[in-house]
């Protein structure tokens, strides 16, 4: 038997929803749902690129389905579905190993696996592994992240730089606590966060190049400026115990993966976003990223976050 046909036959056992019609067809088939909006994201993970090469096979599949579930949730979405796109590279015991973790995933999210596609890669090479989640929402009350306005504060649903120390455990850079890896490895999508803000929000989005830039892109998007008190950005006590110093926090806030949310929300709706989110700063009229703590205006530091080929 293939590798292919192996693997195949091991996510039919994860594809129970009817519209999958088991993975024995080239396209999978759903109702669409009246009075909601459909929604779609695909992001991909890419060996030594967004995951180690030593990180467990189940907790890459795991991180594959909740980056993209983290999308959603920044569209205030439901998701109803995924499909998988899978590179194999003959190691059959992690393709295996993959397949487990993403049951436990999928079931942990209550999402159905709908189908996808698998290719060869050379052995050796780099995995390759995308996915594309589909999502549903109320008809017309999807953020968009062009929706910012002047005078809107700028929320955040939780604290950031707890993957980022992770990452460093994972390369034996530091030592932490299990809490820090499990941020890195396993992160949890802002699902119940984001329905919840969506019909509050102008704009919205998650964090996952780091807050400094997707917080700047929301302004751009808007043709805003952005500015944020990093004082008020929350950290863990685990992060904390690394420092909470102006320099540890433009660290966790430069350092992504964290796919907390942030929002864009009008003044009239901060008591209702507080109970989901932290008030960190404010959109103004004029473009670009300002940033202050109680000690002044702090200078910009060389990389807001994350981004390919820089």
């Known amino acids: 038997m293939s590798d292919e ?26 109702p669409a749902p009246v009075g909601r909006d459909l929604v779609f994201t695909h992001d991909m993970l890419v060996e030594g690129v967004h ?9 890459v599949a795991w991180k594959l389905l909740a980056v993209n579930l983290s999308d959603l949730a920044a569209k205030g979405a439901e998701p109803i579905g995924v499909l998988m796109g899978f590179g194999l590279t003959g190691a059959a015991d992690w393709d295996a190993a993959f397949v487990d973790g993403l049951g436990r995933a999928l079931d942990h999210f209550g999402v159905p696996l709908l189908g996808g596609d698998t290719v060869s890669q050379p ?9 594309t989640a589909i999502g549903q929402a109320p008809a017309g009350g999807v953020p968009d992240r062009r929706g910012a306005k002047a005078g809107d504060l700028l929320v955040l649903t939780g604290p950031v730089g707890d993957a980022g120390l992770g990452l460093r455990v994972a390369r034996g850079e530091i030592e932490g606590p299990r809490r820090l890896l499990k941020a890195y490895r396993l992160p949890m999508p802002r699902l119940a966060e984001g329905r919840a803000l969506a019909p509050l929000a102008d704009a919205m989005a998650d964090v996952s190049d780091g807050l400094l830039i997707d917080a700047a892109r929301i302004a751009d998007a808007s043709g805003l400026a952005v500015a944020i008190d990093l004082d008020a950005v929350p950290l863990s006590d685990e992060a904390r115990a690394f420092g909470s110093d102006r320099a540890a926090r433009i660290a966790a806030a430069t350092a992504g993966d ?10 009239g709706a901060a008591a209702a976003a ?32 994350f981004e390919h080929r820089r």
């Open 5 to 30: 046909r192996r693997l195949i036959d091991r996510l039919r056992g994860l594809a129970r929803h009817p519209g999958a019609r088991g993975l024995a067809d080239d396209a999978a088939v759903l």
């Open 274 to 305: 507080a109970r989901h989110a932290t008030v960190i700063g404010r959109f103004e009229a004029g473009s670009g990223l300002r940033l202050h703590d109680r000690d002044g205006p702090v200078p910009l530091p060389g990389t807001l976050g």
């Open 51 to 59: 995951y180690l090469p030593g990180d467990p096979a189940g907790d």
């Open 123 to 131: 052995a050796g090479q780099a995995r390759v592994l995308g996915l």
């Open 258 to 267: 964290d796919y907390q949310l942030i929002a864009a929300v009008p003044p």
